[in-house]
């Protein structure tokens, strides 16, 4: 009779532990699906987005916080270090609903290292003072249930909190090595340093901007297009990081747009004449206007 009362209990509790135990698991990562993400100065009147993620059976609501501590506590008051403050909680009946997962919010003017008027924690500066540059944490935590179906004091934290870089700090100026020619147009080449992800180059008349062109600094030379030819420009470019900011300009260069000739154009400059078809049927002539061919598809290659 004990025996089967024993293997009663052990059936009833496996029973509980499947329906209640599943392993539970929190993920926090930027939309993009990443464990870091660039906040700047152009943030500080709106919010910025983030993904949650709970898997298995959770039995308490999603806490979530933004911390300048080191590293992630049970919960946002168990923080010991630097500024804490803690975000809109999603709740239990959210998390089931939404199939353990979606999108939140939180104001960056309200990120702990910001000075508020409704805040005892407050931080030292305000959401756009320029220079500052600070990582924060943002944690995430629930609990689980127990192997009999209550919850329990087991916390469950993000395995990777979401690393939250706030950057008001302009990167160095860039410098133009190199500004070619083209049929109305002109191709930079931008040294960009290292913590900038885009340049823009901007091309001037008389000190009015009059075109510019921005792009990633992986992608080679910048084409400024939209120009005259014959008319010299100056030419400046900026580095911009990924939180926004924007350098100083470079020393400015300059460069003049030159007409890129056609095939016929070029024949003609060189001293050929139009006669007729029988003159490229063969022969000098033929042969003169297939080297000339070269000579233009050669140059037009070296010059684009």
Avoid: H
């Amino acid at each position: 009779m004990r025996n089967l009362l024993f293997s009663a209990a052990v059936l009833l509790s496996s029973a509980a532990f499947g329906q209640f135990g599943t392993q539970v698991q929190v993920t926090v990562q930027s939309t993009a699906n990443s464990d870091s993400v660039s906040i700047g100065p152009s943030q500080c009147g709106g919010s910025s987005s983030f993904n949650w993620r709970v898997t298995g059976t959770p039995c308490a609501d999603l806490s979530l916080w933004v911390t300048t501590d080191g590293d992630c506590r049970d919960s946002s008051s168990a923080q010991t270090s630097g500024s804490t403050r803690a975000l809109s909680s999603i709740p239990l009946s959210t998390i089931t609903s939404s199939g353990g997962g979606a999108t939140a919010t939180f104001q960056v003017s309200n990120l702990p290292i910001f000075a508020t008027s409704t805040t005892t924690d407050a931080g030292t500066v305000a959401c756009g003072d320029p220079g500052v540059e600070s990582t924060m944490l943002l944690c995430g935590a629930t609990k689980t249930y127990d192997g009999l179906g209550s919850c329990s004091s087991n916390v469950v934290k993000a395995a990777k909190p979401l690393q939250i870089t706030y950057d008001t700090k302009s990167p160095d100026a860039p410098s133009i090595s190199e500004v070619a020619s083209l049929d109305k147009a002109l191709r930079v080449t931008v040294d960009a340093p290292d913590d900038a992800n885009q340049v823009e180059v901007v091309a001037l008349l008389e000190g009015v901007r009059v075109s510019s062109e921005k792009q990633g600094v992986n992608v080679g030379a910048v084409r400024v297009k939209n120009l005259q030819n014959d008319v010299t420009y100056q030419v400046e470019a900026y580095a911009i990081d990924v939180a926004g900011n924007q350098s100083l300009a470079s020393v400015t260069g300059q460069g003049t747009p030159t007409r890129t000739f056609g095939f016929y154009d070029r024949y003609r400059e060189a001293g050929g004449e139009e006669t007729g078809c029988g003159a490229t049927g063969g022969g000098f002539a033929g042969g003169g206007m297939l080297a000339a061919l070269g000579f233009w598809l050669f140059s037009r290659r070296n010059r684009s």
